[in-house]
């Protein structure tokens, strides 16, 4: 039988699947990507677009190789977070219907939640007009476990109360829910001072001149205390390094899957867990 390069057909295909009765089509591209694609040597999970390289990005003078895609704006930790949704939850299965927060929405893929169909999603920002909703996630004006599914990346380091922050994310999740809350670690123990204001001390001290705090291995410790149970998945590692470059992810990523600690539930409630074992790669 003739084998189909699927590198030469994948344009064409990708183009009927940008149209709305190509949705499944599209889902599947995403989850079982050509191993070749005509020569071009990386590949945006999020879009599906391959190029030779992605290109270089990054605040002040220092800028990372292959880290943008060109078409769509997918940086490194969106391109991990989105192969990790695809591929180690089920949040695109189809089947539940699930209310799911974003906060702080990344364009790049808050309009590709908004239109999964069994998703009710909403967005939201501190700043009013930065997504769906105005809300302060110190401040959080939703009933206790009023969210099946939050994602929540690079906010805490911008965040005075970061335990705050964590423990009303943990009120409103769900007690069968789970949550993806990345922030990036750069030190090997979380370094904050609330009295550094000086935007170039931070700069140096924390990395960004917004940032109130680097954080560092100890993050998820932070998580714990505020009531999460925390899986540090190094799924960028995990998925190996041919996969890891192809899709241009930082191998030192990890992803923070968390989910609710219910002290008072006795251990008939099993949360599955992804990991090695039981959330192959689709
Ligand atoms: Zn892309």
């Known amino acids: 039988?003739?084998?189909?390069?699927?590198?030469?057909?994948?344009?064409?295909?990708?183009?009927?699947?940008?149209?709305?009765?190509?949705?499944?089509?599209?889902?599947?591209?995403?989850?079982?990507?050509?191993?070749?694609?005509?020569?071009?040597?990386?590949?945006?999970?999020?879009?599906?677009?391959?190029?030779?390289?992605?290109?270089?990005?990054?605040?002040?003078?220092?800028?990372?190789?292959?880290?943008?895609?060109?078409?769509?704006?997918?940086?490194?930790?969106?391109?991990?977070?989105?192969l990790y949704l695809l591929n180690e939850t089920d949040l695109f299965s189809g089947v539940v219907r699930r209310r799911m927060l974003h906060v702080a929405p990344e364009p790049v893929l808050e309009q590709r939640l908004r239109d999964e169909p069994l998703l009710d999603y909403l967005s939201a920002d501190l700043d009013a007009g930065a997504a769906q909703e105005q809300m302060d996630i110190t401040d959080i004006r939703y009933p206790d476990d009023s969210f099946d599914v939050i994602y929540c990346s690079h906010v805490?380091?911008?965040?005075?109360?970061?335990?705050?922050?964590?423990?009303?994310?943990?009120?409103?999740?769900?007690?069968?829910?789970?949550?993806?809350?990345?922030?990036?670690?750069?030190?090997?123990?979380?370094?904050?001072?609330?009295?550094?204001?000086?935007?170039?001390?931070?700069?140096?001290?924390?990395?960004?001149?917004?940032h109130v705090r680097a954080y560092g291995a100890d993050y998820a410790d932070r998580l714990r205390a505020a009531g999460f149970t925390v899986r540090e998945d190094p799924y960028a590692e995990r998925i190996g390094p041919v996969r890891s470059r192809r899709y241009g992810l930082d191998a030192a990523d990890v992803v923070h899957f968390c989910t609710k600690r219910t002290h008072h539930r006795p251990t008939d409630r099993r949360v599955i867990v992804p990991g090695p074992g039981n959330g192959t790669e689709r």
């Open 1 to 82: 039988m003739r084998r189909v390069d699927l590198g030469r057909v994948e344009p064409f295909v990708r183009r009927l699947a940008d149209s709305q009765p190509g949705r499944a089509l599209r889902k599947q591209l995403s989850r079982h990507p050509p191993a070749q694609s005509g020569g071009l040597l990386v590949r945006c999970p999020v879009c599906g677009q391959c190029a030779d390289e992605f290109i270089a990005f990054g605040g002040g003078t220092i800028k990372r190789a292959n880290a943008l895609c060109a078409n769509c704006g997918a940086l490194e930790r969106h391109r991990l977070v989105w």
């Open 156 to 210: 805490f380091e911008h965040v005075p109360d970061d335990a705050l922050a964590m423990r009303e994310l943990c009120r409103v999740l769900r007690p069968e829910g789970w949550a993806i809350l990345q922030v990036p670690i750069l030190l090997e123990h979380t370094d904050e001072d609330p009295t550094l204001t000086d935007p170039e001390e931070r700069l140096r001290r924390f990395a960004q001149r917004d």
